[in-house]
């Protein structure tokens, strides 16, 4: 039940001015409510009345729910309503054309709330602003008075001189009061604008605040406050919405229908409903993901401050067509993995013959694999953007001579020897399963280049990588499932250095991602194309930014 004692109505009645500026206190209210009557005290009466009336109607009608009506939503389109016919309503004909328009708005108001609520689309000031405009076009029809078209009022403001300045830092006070930053950012943007129109109109700044300025803050404002307040992209969305809203203004004044009719509100509504529209629409497309734009965010950064983005690759690229090597899904099972250490290899024939057989099978599955979309997109983005790429697959389809790919455990297609490390290709045939192999130049021991259980990473693949750590902007983790050695200790150098970590395609197992990071879980190809797509668009930076390789 709705409480009606006085102090429960004083309230509601504030709120619904407060809804003019999409506030909600008490307080914003009478700040409004004080800044209309600055300007022309009988609008503020009539807006009052328009208020009182539509609230009123909202208990008997029940249109609302309990929680609206408390808020003032249904009460600030009878104050813009009165607002407009404000100076005549002490006449017998201004009295009857404001209640007239305003059944004619409650009419609408009811009508529309049934077809864009539903549609998750607010009706803003849409029923007040279609209302005056009906009653106005109606009188124009029979009278040929074109003084109906637009708002005339003859009232005289409180201040002779500064009524109207006064009124806009009570706004702009009663919006700073509940959002300050928002406030900040809509003044800026403003403004902006302001400058914008008046070197395209010839107006003068000050002349279009009545008609002008007014649609970009509640444009910028709404939807940085209330539609899209906790949505990541709420400043891009309210920077479109003030844009659409300044081009909608400008053609109603180069096309002349401001002959016809003022703009009003109409460039904040049909602004408005359309951004929120194509939001709705397309708030799950990848574009409007907020992880990407993170992404892109953090490319655009390190592509001005010229940083090094640095990538780990790991089995994911290859959506199974491999087993993953670093978790030693390659080897026999029945075999104990200590086995498969090096100092087993050395001093045992028959270690040897068991990591030669686990390493022949796993070479052969690699010849059969070629290079897939993954690969694709990875060699365009080494091409313009990684600064060194190190990868946990060993397949080797990577194009090392031309880009800086390091391979964290060796590659399956080369052997190398124990003594001088010289690598060497697999023989035609298997000999290894015959006789030990044995390095054409110092006759030492071979052995696949794959890295065994005991075995450390190679020294210039650890100095590569703590080189490229060191100036690192940025640091993608693309298809790695789980935390290795090689993983942790390249995400720890980042965490320590506190870089931010792309995570492409999934999050390594048992780890926590942090506040700095982002996740963009999924189809590792398409996640790669968007970014190579973001990276042709800073390719003019290319020439103020020198990649230090």
Known sequence: MINV?????????????????????????????????????????????????????????????????????????????G???????????????FLVTLLICLLIEFRLRALLIPKQLPILSLPAMVSILVMVFTISLFSFDTNHLLFTGAAEPVLQTYSREVAIILVVSAMAYQYPLATLQTLGISLTGGLVAQWLTGLNLYALVDLWAINLVLAYFSIKTLFLKHARLASLAA???????????????????????????????????????????????????????????????????????????????RKGTLPDYPSGQWLDPKVPITSYTLAEFKASKRCRYLYWKASYDYYQQALTINKNNIDEQLDYLLNHYLSGLFTETVDSLFNTEQHPVYECYGSIKRLYCLDCAK??????????????????????????????????????????????????????????????????????????????????GTIPFGYFVEEKDVQLTGDIAHWLAEINGFINLLHPLKWGCKWKK
């Open 423 to 504: 690598q060497q290709a697999w023989p035609p045939i298997p000999l290894w399963s015959q006789r030990d192999l044995h390095c054409q130049h110092c006759s030492g021991l071979l052995k696949p280049q794959i890295l065994a259980a005991d075995e450390n990473i190679d020294s210039e693949c650890y100095q590569a990588l703590q080189k490229n750590m060191m100036e690192c902007g940025c640091l993608l983790v693309i298809g790695v499932p789980t935390i290795t050695p090689v993983v942790s200790m390249i995400i720890e150098n980042a965490n320590a250095n506190k870089i931010p970590i792309i995570f492409i």
């Open 83 to 97: 607002m407009y016919w404000g100076d005549s309503i002490f006449s017998i004909m201004g009295l009857c054309l």
């Open 5 to 81: 004692n006085f102090n429960n109505h004083f309230t509601v009645q504030c709120r619904s001015f407060a809804q003019l500026a999409f506030l909600d206190r008490k307080t914003s209210g009478l700040l409004i409510f004080l800044a209309i009557a600055m300007v022309a005290v009988w609008s503020a009466v009539a807006a009052l009345l328009g208020v009182l009336i539509n609230n009123s109607l909202s208990l008997v009608i029940k249109d609302y729910t309990v929680q609206e009506w408390r808020l003032g939503i249904a009460g600030y389109n009878g104050a813009i309503v």
């Open 239 to 317: 920077t479109f919405n003030a844009l659409l809203a300044w081009i909608i203004w400008y053609f109603w004044f180069i096309t002349g229908l401001e002959q016809l009719s003022a703009p009003l509100l109409i460039p904040f509504i049909m602004s408005s409903l359309i951004t929120l529209s194509l939001y709705r629409q397309y708030i799950n497309h990848n574009l409007l993901q907020s992880e990407l734009w993170r992404t892109f965010k953090l490319m655009l950064i390190n592509r001005l401050r010229a940083k090094q983005c640095v990538a780990i690759t790991g089995s994911g690229i």
